[in-house]
């Protein structure tokens, strides 16, 4: 099942230009990351931020943290043709011992130079 | 450090067939997990090694296995392959198990099923 779940399923931004995307999740977490995803290859882990941050930032990344609405957001700033990419927030359970990502459905962001 | 490496990074199967898929993860991460990712399911996890004890595992059937060397090393199997078995198999290490650090992804496993 799906905890995570973001919001667009795809955005469409020119070179510049800043992209918001947002995730909502359903249960409580011990964290949530935020991952990229180039077409056909392996994740990349851009940002973790733990269930008591309010928000972090990583260079043009900034990632804020909801507990209270479980919603989570993930803004690049100036963005650039290299940013263009699938974006998924994924939520920590540490239930049990084991290490279990569970992840959203993504976000298709494509930067028009 | 070299990243996470699998093997093979394209494999097309038959119905019916067994396939084993390898994943070496970073130098010193003790936790490998494998996740499925298809267009209608996305990314979906199969399973979690660490000190070559399988930790948990996700909602798959018992078609789906895996194990984990002592150097860290997986492999995951998959017998009698259906066709909605065709999907990228990724694996991802993690220095120790708990969801409190990052997963280092490799770039996959694209297995087709015909």
């Known amino acids: 099942s799906q905890q995570g779940e973001e919001d667009p399923q795809a955005l469409s931004i020119q070179e510049g230009e800043n992209a918001t995307m947002n995730c909502s999740y359903k249960t409580s977490i011990n964290n949530l990351q935020w991952y990229r995803q180039n077409s056909g290859r392996g994740l990349v882990h851009l940002i973790l931020?733990?269930?008591?941050?309010r928000e972090k930032h990583s260079g043009r990344l900034r990632v804020t943290l909801d507990t209270s609405k479980k919603s989570s957001s993930l803004l690049i700033t100036a963005s650039r043709a290299a940013d263009t990419a699938s974006y998924f927030c994924a939520t920590g359970d540490s239930g049990a011992g084991s290490y279990q990502l569970t992840f959203g459905k993504g976000t298709k962001l494509s930067v028009i130079p | 450090k070299a990243g996470v490496t699998q093997t093979p990074r394209y494999l097309i199967k038959t119905r019916g067939q067994q396939v084993t898929l390898s994943c070496s993860p970073i130098s010193g991460h003790r936790s490998v997990s494998w996740y499925q990712q298809t267009p209608g399911q996305g990314l979906q996890f199969l399973f979690e090694y660490f000190s070559e004890t399988q930790r948990n595992k996700g909602n798959f059937p018992g078609r789906f296995s895996g194990r984990q060397f002592s150097n860290s090393r997986s492999e995951m199997n998959v017998s009698t392959l259906e066709l909605g078995d065709s999907a990228l198999y990724l694996c991802?290490?993690?220095?120790?198990?708990?969801?409190?650090?990052?997963?280092?992804f490799g770039n996959g496993t694209r297995l087709t099923v015909t």
């Open positions: 931020i733990r269930s008591n941050e």
């Open positions: 991802a290490s993690s220095p120790t198990t708990g969801a409190n650090s990052p997963l280092h």
